[in-house]
């Protein structure tokens, strides 16, 4: 069975520079949130933003559409300094609905190397009294290994201020673990193929351990039914999310969806 909607099996969309300058203008980009759950209890445990375009002709468009064009323009810090507002202002909604949930936001190359990053989000932080423990920051993996003395200096500093690391799209194969992270995500596929067993459990099992020195939670992505998840918590994987779960939801369908939990 496909669990994936339409919307993320839409074909990618070509915007003109005008198109995005009027999306961003006009509040059109906006994250929607996936649930992370807590392996096997199914707790909800945290949320990760991700961009949508709410296109007024379109309907709403997945980051395939409109992610490649920004970076190709220079434009992916305007994108992911708005996730990060409109996803603090979302995880604020939470707390004052009694939820105590942290959001996880991607972030970019040229936020890591910003030496700047810790202190400005710091700022934001102190505007909206949240602490700093509400906001994971996930960097792709690949990236990280492309910018290692970046990495080693910021994922420490960010850690130290009481943030949440990420390292995004990990494969048990890498052999490289980034300084400081405190959540490993594992790649899409991972559960798929540990599930239909195509991935070595020795090499996720190795990752999984190395975690737990390093107290270093892992987080499965993409997962769709129950041998997926059967087969990650057997080997103490500790979390997990994807269709089988929750579909990535609009603010105020998170909200609701939370509430009636």
Request: with cysteine; hydrophobic share 45%; net charge positive.
């Given at each position: 069975m496909n669990c994936t909607p339409a919307l993320e099996r839409r074909p990618a969309q070509t915007p003109s520079l005008e198109d995005i300058w009027r999306a961003l203008a006009n509040d059109q980009l906006l994250p929607w949130f996936q649930a992370i759950v807590e392996?096997?209890?199914?707790?909800?445990?945290?949320?990760?933003?991700?961009?949508?375009?709410?296109?007024p002709a379109l309907g709403i468009l997945p980051p395939a559409s409109f992610v490649p064009a920004l970076e190709a323009?220079?434009?992916?810090?305007?994108?992911?300094?708005?996730?990060?507002?409109?996803?603090?202002?979302?995880?604020?909604?939470?707390?004052?609905?009694?939820f105590d949930l942290p959001v996880s936001v991607n972030l970019g190359a040229e936020s890591l190397l910003d030496p700047e990053l810790p202190s400005r989000l710091l700022q934001q932080l102190r505007i909206l009294n949240l602490p700093a423990s509400?906001?994971?920051l996930e960097f792709n993996s690949r990236m990280l290994r492309?910018?290692?003395?970046?990495?080693?200096?910021?994922?420490?500093?960010?850690?130290?201020a009481g943030f949440g690391v990420a390292a995004d799209d990990f494969s048990p194969d890498d052999g490289w673990l980034p300084p400081a992270a405190s959540v490993l995500k594992l790649a899409r596929g991972c559960a798929q193929n540990l599930a239909?067993?195509?991935q070595p459990r020795a090499a996720l099992s190795a990752i999984l351990s190395q975690a737990r020195r390093r107290n270093a939670a892992v987080v499965a992505i993409g997962v769709e039914n129950e041998s997926e998840c059967a087969a990650l918590a057997a080997l103490g994987c500790n979390a997990a999310q994807g269709y089988l779960f929750a579909p990535p939801m609009s603010p105020s369908e998170f909200s609701e969806w939370i509430s009636s939990g």
């Open positions: 392996l096997p209890s199914r707790r909800v445990i945290a949320a990760e933003a991700l961009a949508r375009w709410r296109h323009r220079g434009m992916l810090r305007q994108l992911t300094e708005l996730m990060l507002e409109k996803s603090l202002y979302s995880c604020l909604d939470w707390r004052r609905q009694g509400c906001l994971i492309s910018h290692q003395a970046a990495a080693g200096f910021m994922l420490p500093a960010l850690h130290a239909s067993h195509h």
